[in-house]
Structures are given as structure tokens and as C-alpha cells.
């Protein structure tokens, strides 16, 4: 696992022993996915949707922290199976959210599969006004304004 | 799950997504500034720079002092906190995820490996 998140990006990057058409399954089938995506005590998803394929909606439903529900739709944007898969994501969990991209780029080498995992927009999921400036910020505020916090 | 109190930090959203009250507050980092000092740092109007200074205050990231007739500026960088833990949070959301998909995947094939 290694974390980078350069402005409002958030990449990170895992390597997992299987397939990548394997992998593929296990993110765009809905009684796959139910069985993974989650968190012990953190968050749960029960239930989802997910019409595959260019411009169709996907959705996921569960429980947060302290058994509040949340909900995450969005559309398939980009669908190259076993390679890539591109999302928007819209979560139940902001107001006035706009969609932000989940991108997965899946690479298999030797039964190894490397997961690339990219979330970008993120800023625009709390905040109307779209701005050029939002990668600089983020990073601004990361370099400059936490050690004074 | 990745949560914001609403309210308060849109209003640190917003504060922050002008350059030009980045600019005031990236100013203000050095030390405190009066109204007039920060002004002449910009070709925005004075008006203009009150009015993002106001801005600031009401999203707590700027606190004034009156110093005889001049009004004095200083940073607070709290709510700039709430920003990062934010993005932190999303961090922890996908490490925990990519790392169920990962236990997931290799748990069922070895389980294949093991019937076949």
C-alpha cells in the first residue's frame, strides 16, 4: 500500500495475487462486491446496482460508523475489461455533492495483479464553485499550514 | 465512512478556493498585518480587500484587533484542519478498501487452489 495524494488526487496503489479479469469481477459484480467493500466497524455495503456498461448507473448502499446508512451512486464513464474501469461518484453523504472520478487501471504481470486506484475532482465534492485553483490548495495547505495547526 | 460537518467547513471551502484570499492568508503566515498593509500588497481595490477580509473572519481563518485606529490581521489555521483530516479520511477509505478487494481475491483463489 503506499498513499500519495498530490492536491486534490488521491492515488494509491496495491498489488493482489489473482488475475485482473478477476480483480474486474470483483468490482463491477454486485454480489462480489458486497463482500469486500467495506471495513470492520467502519463501514459496511449491503447492496448494490450495477448496469455495465458506457453511461450506465452503478449505486451502493451500507452502513457507516455507528450504523448510518450512506449511499454512493454514480455512471460508468469508461469500461475496458480486464484493464480499466472509470466511474463518477456521487455520495449520499454531501450536500450539494458534484461528482468526483474513481478511476481503476488494473495491470497483470505473472497472475499478479497490480491495482491503481486514482479519485480525482474530490474538492468538488464539497464545494459548488469550480475552481482552477484546488490542486495548488490542497497542496499549499499540506506543505505550509499543518505544522502551524 | 468520510463525513464533514457541513456548515462550518464549506465555509472553509469557500474562504479558500479565491487566489486572492489565499494570497491574504499566505501573507498573514509571515505575521500579523494591518488592513492597510495587507491592501497595498494587491492591485484589488481596498473595498475589495475588506470585503475578502470579511470573508476570512466569518470562516474563523482570520481574527482582528483594533491597534489605535488600524485594524490588526493574524492567521488562524484551525479550521484549515478540517480540510486536511477530510482528504485523510478519504485516504483511510480506500487503503481499508483496496485491502478488503485484496483479501477478498487472494482468499477465494486459494480456496480454488485448495478444491481443484
Redesign the interface.
Given at each position: 500500500?503506499n498513499?500519495t495524494?498530490v492536491s486534490?488526487i488521491?492515488v494509491?496503489e496495491?498489488?493482489?495475487?489473482?488475475s485482473a479479469d478477476?480483480?474486474f469481477e470483483?468490482?463491477t459484480n454486485p454480489d462480489?462486491r458486497v463482500?469486500?467493500?467495506?471495513?470492520e466497524g467502519?463501514?459496511q455495503t449491503t447492496h448494490m446496482e450495477s448496469d455495465l456498461r458506457h453511461g450506465g448507473k452503478w449505486m451502493m448502499q451500507g452502513n457507516?460508523?455507528g450504523g448510518?446508512p450512506?449511499q454512493v451512486s454514480g455512471e460508468y464513464r469508461q469500461i475496458e475489461r480486464p484493464r480499466l474501469l472509470v466511474f463518477t461518484w456521487l455520495?449520499s453523504?454531501?450536500?450539494n455533492a458534484l461528482e468526483s472520478v474513481v478511476r481503476f487501471e488494473l495491470e497483470e504481470k505473472n497472475g499478479i495483479t497490480t491495482?491503481r486506484?486514482t479519485?480525482s475532482g474530490?474538492?468538488s465534492e464539497?464545494?459548488r464553485?469550480s475552481?482552477k485553483?484546488?490542486p495548488q490548495?490542497?497542496s499549499?495547505?499540506?506543505s505550509?499550514?499543518?505544522p502551524?495547526? | 465512512m468520510v463525513t464533514i460537518g457541513r456548515k462550518k467547513n464549506n465555509t472553509t471551502f469557500r474562504a479558500i478556493a479565491d487566489p486572492t484570499r489565499r494570497e491574504i492568508l499566505n501573507l498573514l503566515r509571515g505575521g500579523a498585518h494591518t488592513v492597510g498593509d495587507i491592501a497595498v500588497n494587491f492591485r484589488t481595490s481596498r473595498p475589495a480587500i475588506s470585503k475578502h477580509l470579511r470573508l476570512l473572519r466569518s470562516a474563523g481563518l482570520v481574527v482582528t484587533r483594533k491597534d489605535g485606529t488600524a485594524r490588526v490581521c493574524r492567521l488562524n489555521a484551525k479550521p484549515l484542519r478540517a480540510v486536511s483530516t477530510w482528504l485523510r479520511e478519504y485516504e483511510a477509505f480506500w487503503g481499508e478498501s483496496l485491502h478488503g478487494l485484496k483479501d477478498y481475491i487472494e482468499k477465494t483463489e486459494r480456496h480454488r487452489e485448495e478444491n481443484s
Open positions: 500500500m498513499p495524494s486534490d488521491i494509491q496495491i498489488t493482489i495475487k489473482g478477476r480483480v470483483a468490482l462480489q463482500k469486500w467493500w467495506g471495513a467502519r463501514f457507516g460508523m448510518k450512506f455520495p453523504w454531501q450536500e491495482v486506484l479519485h474530490l474538492t464539497t464545494s464553485i475552481h485553483g484546488w490548495i490542497l499549499w495547505l499540506r505550509y499550514i499543518e502551524l495547526v | -
